[in-house]
């Protein structure tokens, strides 16, 4: 059991604080609402590895998405939406960043 699976100290911690303390455990119960506590979804569905190309490819529909938005908004905007071209320019030098580390993976 120990050779399948041992989580970091960091993913540990995190659990552990979702638990609550060995009382709480025992009981089965939440302190406050009383209530049972949900099965916890395992760690290894919440965070599916992505590989870069997936990534490089999501920032890519985020960054359209966004730039519909701001083509969207320009119509009704009287020029004030400079932090949305600072928030567009910030997306992309991301996208470049992705590309580059996707290039590098290659």
Do not use: C, W
């Given at each position: 059991?120990?050779?399948?699976?041992?989580?970091?100290?960091?993913?540990?911690k995190?659990?552990?604080?979702?638990?609550?303390?060995?009382?709480?455990?025992?009981?089965?119960?939440?302190?406050?609402?009383?209530?049972?506590?949900?099965?916890?979804?395992?760690?290894?569905?919440?965070?599916?590895?992505?590989?870069?190309?997936?990534?490089?490819?999501?920032?890519i529909?985020?960054?359209?998405?966004?730039?519909?938005?701001?083509?969207?908004?320009?119509?009704?905007?009287?020029?004030?939406?400079?932090s949305?071209?600072?928030?567009?320019?910030?997306?992309?030098?991301?996208?470049?960043?992705?590309?580059?580390?996707?290039?590098?993976?290659?």
């Amino acid at each position: 059991k120990d050779l399948e699976y041992t989580p970091d100290a960091a993913e540990f911690k995190l659990n552990k604080s979702l638990r609550g303390s060995t009382t709480e455990k025992k009981a089965g119960r939440h302190p406050l609402t009383q209530s049972k506590p949900r099965s916890l979804v395992p760690y290894t569905q919440i965070h599916l590895a992505k590989d870069p190309f997936e990534k490089a490819m999501d920032l890519i529909q985020k960054a359209e998405i966004l730039s519909q938005q701001e083509e969207e908004s320009a119509h009704f905007s009287d020029g004030s939406d400079d932090s949305l071209l600072a928030r567009r320019r910030e997306l992309q030098k991301q996208h470049e960043d992705q590309k580059r580390r996707s290039k590098v993976f290659q």
